[in-house]
Nanobody
């Protein structure tokens, strides 16, 4: 069982930055592919970024590539999402998720086994 708790959300002006954190429980954290997803008002939950268990591989949705950076610290059971050059369309609840299946399914919501409760990010124009 893995429990995930996100933090770091808030209100920021367009062009600003935020760093989201996700704290995970469990002794096998390094075996999980970790992902960040988001759900904007009236929208479906969508993939943002993912990182492999070792941290060597990362993947980003085109909408955030070059602006967001995902990282992890397996010694601390933490995953981060550094967000810069934020835009109003980045406004959403951001969720951290973990899956054991493997890297090939990193973009598929239904393949994630564990989810956090989310943290709100609001970008004002």
């Amino acid at each position: 069982q893995v429990q995930l708790v996100e933090s770091g959300g808030g209100l920021v002006q367009a062009g600003g930055s935020l760093r989201l954190s996700c704290a995970a429980s469990g002794r096998t954290f390094g075996m999980y592919t970790m992902g960040w997803f988001r759900q904007g008002p009236g929208k479906e939950r969508e993939f943002v970024a993912a990182i492999s268990g070792s941290g060597v591989s990362t993947d980003y949705d085109d909408s955030v590539k070059g602006r967001f950076t995902i990282s992890r610290d397996n010694a601390k059971n933490m995953v981060y999402l550094q967000m810069i050059s934020l835009k109003p369309e980045d406004t959403a609840v951001y969720y951290c998720a973990a899956q054991r299946v493997g890297w090939s399914t990193r973009r598929y919501i239904n393949d994630y086994d564990y989810w956090g409760r989310g943290t709100q990010v609001t970008v004002s124009s």
